[in-house]
C-alpha cells in the first residue's frame, strides 16, 4: 500500500506560479512511476505530467508543455509539480499517483494508487 499526500495548492493570480508537492508513505524509487492529474467539477479527470522510476524519462499533456515540470527528489521521497505562467483553465482539483508501471504512464487506468487531491485555483 502506498498513501499520497498532496501539499501546495492554493490560489494564484493568471500569470503567476505554484509549486506542488507529493509526499509518498513509503519508498517510491525504482518501484513506482508517478503523475499527477487533474479535475474540475462535472468533467473527467485528466492526465497532466507524469515521470519514470529516476525521473529520467518525464511527459506532459499538451495544455502545459512549457510551462509545467515534474521531478521527484529521492532524498525526500517526493514528486513535486511546478506550474508557472499559469491560466484560469489551470483551476482544478490536482491529485498525484503511483503506478507500477515504471517507465511512466500517461493512462489513468494504469495508476494503482491516489492522493486526495489539492486545491489549485487561478484567477483572472
Known amino acids: 500500500q502506498v498513501l499520497l499526500v498532496e501539499s501546495g495548492g492554493g490560489l494564484v493570480q493568471a500569470g503567476g506560479s505554484l509549486r506542488l508537492s507529493c509526499a509518498a508513505s513509503?519508498?517510491?524509487?525504482?518501484?513506482?512511476?508517478m503523475g499527477w492529474f487533474r479535475q474540475t467539477p462535472g468533467k473527467e479527470r485528466e492526465f497532466v505530467a507524469a515521470?519514470?522510476?529516476?525521473?529520467?524519462?518525464?511527459y506532459y499533456a499538451d495544455s502545459v508543455k512549457g510551462r509545467f515540470t515534474i521531478s521527484r527528489d529521492s532524498a525526500k521521497n517526493t514528486v513535486d509539480l511546478q506550474m508557472n505562467s499559469l491560466k484560469p483553465e489551470d483551476t482544478a482539483v490536482y491529485s498525484c499517483?503511483?503506478?507500477?508501471?515504471?517507465?511512466?504512464?500517461?493512462?489513468?487506468?494504469?495508476?494503482?494508487?491516489w492522493g486526495q487531491g489539492t486545491q489549485v485555483t487561478v484567477s483572472s
Open positions: 513509503r519508498r517510491i524509487f525504482s518501484r513506482y512511476g
Open positions: 499517483a503511483a503506478s507500477t508501471v515504471v517507465a511512466g504512464t500517461v493512462r489513468i487506468h494504469e495508476y494503482d494508487y
Open positions: 515521470a519514470s522510476w529516476n525521473g529520467g524519462n518525464t
